[in-house]
């Protein structure tokens, strides 16, 4: 039977090969260490959860709640933005409650884009910034995307051979995968490209308070004049620990932030009133919590690079999120991000992320997450020492099991 129209324009899901082998292994009874999915093992303050029970037990919060957030929750999202960012946003107009910025970001592309809209958008990415807007029906030009004196070129490249010109421009600072970080000054430039060129920019802030050099990372929103050309997306998941508990903001221009709530309000009612209750406590908090996390991060980060390194294999020091984006060895390089992973669920018991579920420019890197504890990041590092010792010199005989099923 053939498949639907929109069905055909996605690829195959690479990181769903992946997770079929962690799968076949660990039925096998592999320990498989999973580095892969970002997906954060740190439990939810407890005082966060101590919020929702106390709310989830009056039934009066049972009921449907608000797409566009309560209004508590959304004062609290402004005045957040406020404190950290000196920015300020009217709650009623500038900011809806997402169900994470994954959705925020589809609907979004779904609220905008007609069919044959370009957006330009960076190459390695995370994928919902790219499939968002395919699915849409919008046509996606790669950028590069480190944030540095070539991006104002390759952005004036794309905006001169695109037909029609570019609807947005994804940003993702501090990036998922690549954990780049922009400064203040590149974000002055983009905007005045922007403006010049009437361009929409979409800004993915998910990991703003997972740093580490002592330098927060910026918005783009602190620009003077960016409120005019931009949506900002942030997500509670990594700042809070609260990854299934799917809680986002898109925040920024009215006109931009309407058209998201109206598509919204078909869709969906909103997250579970209490947990929306509980994100505002969370937010309203004293940024304990917020750092805590960040030090757990950055002392894991510490002991990946130190134990990767012991182990033969250099992984660049991120200075923001909780991904390391780490070069696949030279003898492996060949073989790309998705066959290097497969060797390492098969041989070392050790699951990544292959680099091109990002895009084609992320071919030579795989991604790793800092969601194991310290105790298995350095049992990673022994066994991918092993690995290392055994067939760096002769990789082309490491053959994944899969290709013998």
């Known amino acids: 039977m053939e498949e639907f129209h929109k069905v055909r324009r996605l690829p195959p899901y690479v990181f769903e090969q992946v997770n079929r ?16 999915m970002g997906n954060p093992d740190l439990p939810t303050p407890t005082a966060i959860v101590d919020k929702l029970c106390e709310v989830v037990r009056d039934p009066r919060t ?6 566009r957030g309560i209004p508590g929750l959304r004062r609290a ?21 997402t169900l994470g910025s994954k959705e925020g970001f589809a609907n979004m592309a779904q609220a905008i884009t007609a069919p044959g809209d370009v957006v330009l958008c960076p190459d390695p990415t995370y994928p919902i910034h790219a499939f968002g807007f395919i699915m849409s029906g919008g046509v996606i030009r790669s950028l590069q995307a480190k944030p540095d004196d070539g991006f104002i070129p390759a952005l004036e490249r794309g905006v ?23 400064t203040l000054d590149f974000y002055k430039d983009v905007v005045a490209f922007a403006k010049k060129h009437d361009i929409i920019i979409l800004s993915d802030l998910a990991y703003s308070e997972i740093y580490f050099d002592g330098n927060p990372p910026p918005s783009v929103l602190q620009v003077p004049g960016a409120m005019d ?55 309203n908090g ?46 492996f390089k060949h073989l790309g991000s998705l066959e290097f992973s497969k060797l390492l669920i098969e041989h070392a018991d050790v699951a990544v992320a292959p680099g091109v579920g990002f895009g084609e420019h992320g071919d030579d890197y795989v991604r790793l997450a800092l969601v194991e504890n310290e105790h298995r990041i350095r049992q990673a590092a022994r066994s991918i020492k092993r690995f290392l010792a055994t067939t760096a ?8 099991l899969a290709a013998h099923r």
């Open 21 to 36: 082998l962690k799968a076949s292994a660990r039925s096998r009874g592999a320990d498989i260490i999973d580095l892969g």
């Open 62 to 67: 049972h009921r449907y709640s608000s797409s």
């Open 77 to 97: 999202q402004a005045n957040y933005y406020a404190r950290r960012f000196g920015v300020k946003l009217n709650p009623d107009t500038q900011v809806v409650a």
């Open 160 to 182: 001169r051979h695109s037909i029609p010109k570019p609807l947005a421009l994804i940003l993702n600072y501090p990036s998922n995968p690549t954990a780049h970080v922009a």
């Open 229 to 283: 050309v931009t949506v900002e997306f942030t997500s509670m998941s990594k700042t809070f620990s609260m990854p299934g508990w799917r809680m986002g903001f898109a925040v920024g221009n009215e006109r931009l932030i309407a058209a998201l709530t109206r598509v919204k309000s078909y869709l969906d009612y909103g997250a579970f009133t209490p947990i929306q209750v509980a994100a505002t406590a969370a937010l």
């Open 286 to 331: 004293d940024g304990t919590d917020i750092a805590e996390v960040r030090e757990v991060y950055h002392k894991r980060r510490d002991v990946m690079v130190d134990a990767f390194s012991r182990a033969g294999w250099e992984i660049p020091a991120p200075a923001a999120t909780m991904f390391a984006w780490a070069p696949i060895p030279e003898p």
């Open 393 to 400: 010199k002769q990789p082309n005989n490491v053959v994944p």
